[in-house]
């Protein structure tokens, strides 16, 4: 028997296999292009389809024996599909600017205080509802042919099985979902002129259905018995796949975004929350989480040895060195005194501001790659301070840090996080969160274990501990006090 989790991400989608007993048995990863510039961040939903069709094949050639397949995706993004199931408009991605008219028509119509006490958010154009409102008001004969409005996790679910689900987690993260009845909002729709019967019907988080599609299982060679699992937003997988399960633990993400995902009991009224963009986020029976994190995490860092540091990548390539390590070659730890202001693709939490851009500050001639580079790593771990600062101060505790992500198999930037934000870091084995949290539920339909608990023995592996260092982030403190001044300090600068 094998149990997989299929993650669909931004940049591409991968299914990775385990056994019962939690081992990772491996992954098929398929990547996909993406239109980005200053006025569009799209994806073309026929090349999705095609990659999960891909995918789905290569699962069927790869293990036979595959049982259960639990979704999870990124969130907001979603695809229009007419009578015939062929989609009508490109995917929107979250960091796409369209629907900010909409949005504020929605502001306008309902208030801002009402919105974020149904939905647990603070109004943005990121999210659905504003975007698809949008296709209405400029495409509206295209607009007019919709059936379904599926975002990707129900997607893929829809592929596979013909049925129109997504679960609560996700569900949020379109702006029309009320956490009180959790189910679409009317009141939400009508203010946008919207049909909630285009969307998928919310269920609990690790609902299923068994069995697929009769021409998806020929056409993909797998068992038209297998279990269809609907895992979660990506974020709430990974916080599972991280063994997140007890109050004030947090998942923090080292991928392509930074994130911070800490569960904690909801004590206070959304909009003590919401004013800082911090997401209240259903988490089955055990309370909630809040959604803290910055657009440029592990991207600042790939971006900095694409664009900064492309020869001494190819130089560590060749000589068969560790690019990371060679960029940090000059980390002794003591803060660099650089401040980096990772706004490469605009502000997340606490912010929410797609205007302002990434910033250097405080070089000398002396200066080198290195530095810079450390700076980068710095500055990453100078947000999620300062996220941090803000959650518990809104009433959000964050305790231990479980970390996991491609960016936490760096050690120096692990200490450097745990230095500036002085909390312990838990490194756990495996970098596939996301798809291990939806493999652990898939087991848990499966009867192979009665409860989270259980699944997370078997698939959550901790393999050591980051403290802080007193004496360093004593230093850390004196730059970090000059960091929270930056943003406010520069962002007149782009205003238009």
């Not at 916080?239 to 800490?262: F, R």
């Not at 070659?329 to 980096?340: F, Q």
């Amino acid at each position: 028997m094998t149990l997989a989790g299929l993650d669909i991400g931004t940049t591409g989608a991968k299914i990775v296999y385990f056994s019962p007993d939690g081992r990772n048995l491996g992954k098929d990863y398929l990547p996909y292009p993406s239109l980005r510039n200053d006025s569009k961040q799209e994806l073309d939903p026929k090349v999705l389809r095609d990659t999960l069709f891909s995918l789905f094949r290569k699962a069927a050639l790869a293990h036979p024996d595959l049982t259960a397949i639990g979704i999870t995706s990124f969130g907001e993004s979603f695809v229009c599909l007419d009578e015939h199931d062929e989609p009508l408009f490109p995917i929107l991605l979250y960091t796409d600017k369209r629907g900010k008219a909409e949005k504020d028509r929605l502001v306008s119509r309902l208030g801002e205080d009402k919105i974020i006490a149904k939905t647990g958010l603070r109004p943005h154009e990121m999210y659905s509802l504003p975007k698809l409102a949008y296709w209405k008001q400029n495409e509206p004969e295209k607009y007019a042919k919709i059936r379904h409005v599926l975002l990707m996790q129900d997607y893929a679910f829809y592929l596979l099985t013909g049925e129109t689900k997504i679960d609560y987690s996700l569900a949020t993260r379109t702006l029309g979902f009320s956490l009180e009845t959790n189910s679409w909002d009317e009141e939400i729709f009508a203010a946008l002129d919207l049909n909630p019967s285009l969307f998928s019907l919310p269920v609990a988080s690790g609902s299923f259905t068994r069995g697929i599609r009769k021409e998806v299982a020929n056409a993909c060679g797998l068992s038209k018995d297998i279990l269809v699992l609907l895992g979660g937003h990506d974020q709430f997988a990974c916080a599972l796949g991280s063994g997140v399960l007890a109050p004030d633990e947090a998942m923090e993400g080292a991928g392509t975004v930074e994130a911070i995902v800490p569960l904690f009991q909801k004590t206070r009224p959304n909009s003590v929350y919401a004013k800082d963009h911090y997401a209240v986020v259903p988490y089955g029976d055990r309370g909630y989480l809040a959604y803290g994190f910055s657009y440029t995490g592990g991207a600042l860092s790939q971006w900095f040895i694409d664009k900064i540091a492309p020869l001494e990548q190819a130089k560590a390539k060749a000589e068969g060195k560790n690019i990371y390590e060679e960029l940090c070659s000059s980390y002794k730890g003591m803060p660099t005194g650089i401040l980096c202001l990772p706004h490469f693709a605009g502000a997340a939490t606490p912010y929410m501001d797609l205007g302002s851009r990434g910033v250097f500050a405080g070089l000398s001639l002396s200066t080198t790659k290195s530095d810079l580079y450390l700076a980068v790593l710095e500055g990453v771990a100078y947000e999620m301070r300062l996220n941090l600062e803000r959650m518990e101060k809104d009433g959000i505790p964050v305790g231990t840090l479980y970390a996991t992500g491609g960016g936490s198999k760096n050690p120096i930037w692990n200490q450097i996080k745990a230095d500036i934000t002085n909390h312990s870091i838990v490194l756990l084995d495996g970098e596939e969160a996301g798809a291990r949290g939806c493999a652990m539920q898939a087991a848990i339909a499966e009867g192979i274990y009665s409860s989270l608990e259980e699944a997370k023995k078997a698939f959550v592996h901790p393999l050591g501990r980051v403290d802080p260092s007193p004496m360093w982030h004593a230093a850390y403190n004196e730059i970090y006090a000059s960091y929270e001044k930056l943003y406010a300090a520069i962002r007149p600068l782009w205003e238009k």
